[in-house]
């Protein structure tokens, strides 16, 4: 056989494995399966949180630059792992790299992801000032800067015992960590802390999370009943819960209060299951329990590229210019 043939031959099974590889180019063409595949609602958030990396310097995991994929497709092999929870295997063999450059891959996005829509545009809490521009009805008698809630993830079961405890959800019943998640009222995650082991109490991942020291006096912070934290708080800063039962019935007032601060409540529980819908949450794994509050805060920080969680958010949004308003 030529020369020529044979590099014709190699052209041809190099332009085969090109059609069949995966890339950002071919998902961006259909809004809808991008969001399926990454949690990212359309093309034009996709380049824009691209855009975020232009002059990012990257230091890749273990200190190998990769040059086999681009920046958009090690971005969306990153978005897919972290959304669907695809194995890194089903990854290697979806974009045609290996296993080890998957890992590589998304280690070193999640850490610049971390850097970039965490560490960057999450380190400060928006002002009650901000909030109110934004606040839905069922806020209005409240000045919460804050709803916070926990959640928790599961890990596997260490083989100390004294670990083995530590993680063990009392509550759960199987061996988690567990993360604050601070939202504010129009539904975007504003306050997301590191994870800690699933033992861990309410009360002292409030206190070591430090998201006390963010309110100020005449603000107020909403949280769900097992949350005792009235004496952490600044002087001046209110905390509103639903109402103990301390007599035989609740009276009128409580019930109506009761009420108002659950369908309040509601979308802090939205806002968080927003989060869990990232796979890769699901269950950690021992290979990635190193940077598990990375992941856990970047999949936090990507809701805030979804849809507006409430309706009211997103129509104001969208009359100020923020949304395009034909978007679905």
């Not at 950690?284 to 970047?298: D, E, G, N």
């Amino acid at each position: 056989m030529s020369k020529l043939n044979v590099q014709i031959l190699h052209l041809r099974q190099q332009l085969s494995e090109e059609k069949a590889r995966l890339s950002a180019q071919k998902l961006c063409s259909d809004d809808f399966k991008l969001n399926f595949f990454t949690g990212i609602p359309n093309c034009k958030v996709f380049q824009w949180l691209l855009s975020l990396f232009e002059n990012f310097t990257f230091t890749y995991y273990p200190g190998k630059n990769v040059l086999v994929l681009s920046r958009e497709d090690q971005l969306l092999m990153t978005l897919m792992r972290l959304r669907r929870g695809f194995q890194r295997l089903v990854l290697a063999e979806w974009f045609s790299v290996s296993v080890q450059t998957v890992t590589n891959v998304t280690h070193t996005w999640i850490d610049a992801l971390h850097s970039v829509l965490f560490e960057g545009m999450m380190s400060e809490v928006p002002s009650l000032a901000k909030n109110k521009a934004t606040l839905p009805k069922c806020f209005e008698e409240f000045s919460d800067r804050m709803i916070l809630d926990c959640t928790e993830v599961r890990v596997p079961i260490p083989s100390s015992m004294k670990l083995h405890n530590l993680v063990y959800s009392q509550y759960k019943h199987y061996t988690t960590f567990k993360g604050l998640i601070g939202v504010a009222p129009n539904g975007a995650c504003t306050f997301v802390s590191k994870l800690y082991p699933g033992s861990t109490s309410d009360k002292a991942v409030v206190r070591d999370s430090g998201v006390v020291n963010v309110f100020l006096p005449g603000e107020s912070v909403m949280v769900d009943k097992g949350f005792l934290i009235s004496e952490m708080l600044p002087q001046g800063v209110r905390l509103v819960r639903p109402p103990f039962l301390t007599s035989i019935q609740f009276t009128s007032e409580q019930v109506r209060q009761s009420k108002t601060i659950s369908r309040s409540r509601i979308h802090v529980e939205r806002a968080i299951e927003r989060v869990k819908i990232f796979k890769v949450l699901d269950f950690i794994p021992a290979s990635i329990v190193t940077i598990s509050s990375k992941i856990f805060q970047v999949c936090a920080a990507l809701t805030n590229l979804m849809t507006p969680l409430i309706k009211e958010v997103e129509e104001a949004m969208k009359a100020e210019g923020y949304i395009d308003p034909d978007s679905e």
